[in-house]
């Protein structure tokens, strides 16, 4: 059974001597069967995460089980036979070969594989009449829709059987008539032998999902009264990385917004003292927090959601925006 377990997954790149974490101790699983959609705003870690799945990039940290196999732990050889064998990958751009007929971009990765001419012409035949394109075999990329092409993409994706489709953006460059299809045949591919897993920001893919994983907020934070954080002394308000919900806004007091450095230090980017506010960007681009905040000597602040800051100081840049 290809269960899927991704456990404590930790991704770490060094932007300009800052640490950044895409993925941070995250933890999955998905059964054997299921439709996984991956939900969130882009930067959030969704094409990390299927990179990781698909044994393209070692995270930091964590576990990776699909089945009995665990990618993580492979050498370069047997790493290589679980991408070719075990892992199909749907890219955005579908990267179809310009010169090659869809019938061509479908046999190609399986004649490279070692695959005998004629037995990878029957298969690509049959996933192509599969995924609907029987009358269009013969057309090259610049001859067909983008989800026609999707299609291929699909197909070519299949061809080894694999027990994990990973799927990035797949509705991204079509119109609304082309994603209609390209969803039913998403939702197909998901059946027992096989988990498939969608990277998206289009939320329409939730519907006929299994499971949805949401790694970043997808929608409004719910409004709430403002309400005050009491801070003793060097008291962390938030970390850097860290989701963000809530601007805040100095009442008494002082607070130190610093970054957080790939060798452990710390750089310091100012103190704010009354009346000025920290933290409004995370929640306005419902990104990570791209800086620490801790009191400097005790603090109190006022946290407000974006709408309620909005009302509360109107002259801010913020309400401007």
């Known amino acids: 059974m290809p269960d899927l377990v991704v456990s404590d997954l930790t991704v770490e790149f060094d932007s300009g001597g800052y640490p950044i974490r895409p993925l941070d101790h995250l933890s999955i699983t998905a059964a054997d069967g299921e439709l996984v959609v991956l939900l969130g705003p882009s930067g959030c870690g969704k094409t990390t995460l299927l990179a990781c799945l698909a044994g393209l990039l070692t995270p930091a940290e964590g576990r990776i089980r699909l089945g009995d196999t665990e990618p993580l732990t492979m050498g370069?050889?047997?790493?290589?036979d679980y991408r070719r064998r075990h892992v199909g990958v749907v890219f955005q751009a579908f990267n179809l070969i310009p010169s090659l007929t869809a019938l061509g971009n479908v046999v190609a990765p399986m004649t490279l594989a070692g695959v005998r001419r004629p037995e990878a012409r029957r298969r690509a035949e049959t996933l192509l009449t599969n995924v609907g394109l029987e009358e269009r075999m013969h057309h090259r990329p610049s001859k067909m829709s983008g989800g026609q092409q999707q299609r291929v993409a699909i197909a070519r994706a299949l061809v080894h059987d694999p027990?994990?489709?990973?799927?990035?953006?797949?509705?991204?460059?079509?119109?609304?008539?082309?994603?209609?299809?390209?969803?039913?045949?998403?939702?197909?591919?998901?059946?027992?032998?096989?988990?498939?897993?969608?990277?998206?920001?289009?939320?329409?893919?939730?519907?006929?999902?299994?499971?949805?994983?949401?790694?970043?907020?997808?929608?409004?934070?719910?409004?709430?009264?403002?309400?005050?954080?009491?801070?003793?002394?060097?008291?962390?308000?938030?970390?850097?990385?860290d989701p963000g919900e809530l601007v805040y806004v100095?009442?008494?007091?002082?607070?130190?917004?610093?970054?957080?450095?790939?060798?452990?230090?710390?750089?310091?980017?100012?103190?704010?003292?009354?009346?000025?506010?920290?933290?409004?960007?995370?929640?306005?681009?419902?990104?990570?927090?791209?800086?620490?905040?801790?009191?400097?000597?005790?603090?109190v602040v006022t946290g407000y959601t974006l709408r309620r800051f909005r009302q509360n100081h109107p002259s801010h840049w913020l309400a401007k925006s």
């Open 76 to 80: 370069q050889k047997d790493l290589a």
């Open 250 to 299: 100095v009442k008494i007091g002082s607070v130190e917004i610093y970054h957080e450095l790939s060798d452990g230090r710390e750089q310091r980017v100012e103190v704010l003292g009354p009346g000025r506010y920290v933290g409004e960007l995370a929640p306005l681009l419902r990104l990570p927090r791209s800086a620490s905040v801790r009191a400097v000597g005790n603090a």
């Open 163 to 241: 027990r994990l489709v990973l799927a990035d953006e797949p509705t991204a460059h079509l119109d609304h008539i082309q994603v209609e299809g390209i969803l039913r045949l998403v939702r197909e591919l998901a059946q027992p032998g096989r988990i498939v897993v969608v990277a998206t920001h289009d939320d329409r893919i939730t519907y006929i999902a299994d499971r949805v994983v949401e790694l970043a907020a997808s929608g409004p934070v719910a409004e709430r009264e403002p309400e005050d954080v009491v801070l003793a002394d060097g008291e962390v308000l938030f970390r850097q990385g």
